[in-house]
């Protein structure tokens, strides 16, 4: 079993920065991909960033030069640094774990996390 919790959301003005944690935890060998992705009230959860299983990086393109993300393997932990945060970033954000050998064999995900960008 695999444990996910996100941290870092909040309330930020338009412009501003915030950065999500996902920590990882329990049965995390073999994890094949990992991500994060965000649901806007009344809308699809949409992927944001992720890493691929061999380490390239996926950007949605309303993040792209705005948003980075980063892992601390040594620490479990998955990042998503938020530059020049937008109204429309407004959404729960939620980290995301594939865990298998060859291809996606199980997938969790954590709480969520609400962002919320507004003045």
């Known amino acids: 079993q695999v444990q996910v919790v996100e941290s870092g959301g909040g309330l930020v003005e338009p412009g501003g920065s915030l950065r999500l944690s996902c920590s990882v935890s329990?049965?995390?060998?073999?994890?094949?991909?990992q991500g994060w992705y965000r649901q806007a009230p009344g809308k699809q959860r949409e992927l944001v960033a992720s890493y691929a299983s061999d380490g390239t990086t996926k950007y949605d393109d309303s993040v792209k030069g705005r948003f980075t993300i980063s892992r601390d393997n040594a620490k479990n932990t998955l990042y998503l640094q938020m530059n020049s945060l937008k109204p429309e970033d407004t959404a729960v954000y939620y980290c995301h774990i594939e865990k298998g050998i060859a291809r996606p064999e199980s997938v969790y995900w954590g709480q969520g996390t609400q962002v919320t960008v507004s003045s």
């Open positions: 329990g049965s995390i060998f073999s994890i094949y991909a």
